[in-house]
């Protein structure tokens, strides 16, 4: 009977929470500081004593069965919320704000808005880490980020900023070369960026057929490193019109196309529900709101012709 259940260890609870929300063992077991080997034997001894199972295990990843899919939100939620008590205990400083967001949007657009937010706000100052990889809001080293998605993440509060759209940037010079990048079997200039981009572009012109490796310049880690290279004139970048909007307003990039993409995702700001009252927090989220709507008025005949295109 359910009332005469033992209440499951707390370490075979915490073992489940983390394969459930990265859906691996061996990442659960690298976030634990444990073996991969000891996340399934207490996630196992999980299941044998309530009974039920909770992962479909394949070669390289778990998959939560419908009943762990419903023991995981609830998981997920408390242990979201039990580590923002922690940081919600410890937070009582509200003049230093540590935010980390992606490596483009952090060095193209956020960082030369800053210096506006310090001068509004002198006493409140910016830490800034730009990584790849989305950090645990969570754990207490960060107040706030900058992530891309849908804006749905457990335990966090989320504010959009900028849809995801993107479309082929050249300079100047390179426009003529560019002229057939609708024709990538044509096409001279290299291709620079993300090649799931292009392809996603490619389907919005209405063409479906693989693009020819042969067709990509140097592949580089970031999309500001990609338009970079665009102006450089090295070749044709698949970057957002967006966050370049000042090279694109000075001439240092142009459309190679009039065709614009989008992926459906966008920018978001996203904060622990326990930071939800931080003045800190708050005074920040509402600055950077203005300043995204200002970009989106700005880009607003980008983002109303772009088409969202399901990857």
């Not at 009977?1 to 859906?23: C, H, N, Q, Y």
């Not at 950090?135 to 804006?151: K, M, V, Y």
């Amino acid at each position: 009977m359910v009332g005469d259940l033992k209440f499951p260890s707390l370490a075979a609870i915490r073992a489940f929470e983390a394969a459930a929300r990265s859906k691996s063992f061996a990442r659960a077991a690298e976030e634990l500081d444990t073996s991969a080997a000891s996340v399934s034997y207490h996630v196992r001894r999980l299941e044998q004593q309530i009974g039920v199972t909770l992962f479909v295990r394949h070669p390289n990843q778990v998959e939560l069965t419908e009943a762990g899919r419903i023991v995981a939100q609830e998981a997920i939620n408390a242990f979201a919320a039990l580590r923002a008590s922690f940081v919600r205990a410890v937070d009582a400083d509200e003049t230093r704000l540590s935010l980390t967001t992606l490596p483009t949007l952090g060095t193209s657009w956020l960082t030369p808005k800053l210096g506006r937010f310090r001068a509004q706000h002198p006493d409140i100052h910016i830490g800034l880490d730009v990584s790849a990889v989305p950090e645990d809001l969570t754990a207490g080293r960060f107040d706030a980020a900058i992530r891309n998605g849908h804006g749905r993440w457990p335990g966090l509060h989320t504010a959009q900023l900028l849809p995801v759209i993107f479309m082929p940037l050249c300079a100047p010079e390179l426009k003529a070369a560019a002229r057939d990048v609708a024709h990538p079997h044509r096409l001279q200039a290299p291709l620079l960026g993300r090649p799931d981009w292009w392809a996603l572009w490619y389907r919005a012109l209405g063409v479906h057929e693989p693009i020819p490796a042969s067709r990509f310049g140097t592949q580089l880690a970031t999309e500001y490193l990609d338009i970079a290279a665009a102006i450089a004139g090295q070749g044709i970048a698949i970057g957002s019109p967006i966050l370049f909007q000042h090279e694109l307003a000075q001439r240092r990039l142009v459309p190679a196309h009039d065709c614009i993409a989008s992926d459906g995702r966008s920018f978001w700001f996203a904060y622990p529900s326990a930071r939800q009252h931080s003045r800190k927090v708050t005074k920040f989220r509402d600055w950077l709101a203005d300043e995204a709507a200002t970009d989106r008025h700005a880009a607003s005949e980008y983002i109303r012709n772009a088409l969202v295109m399901q990857p």
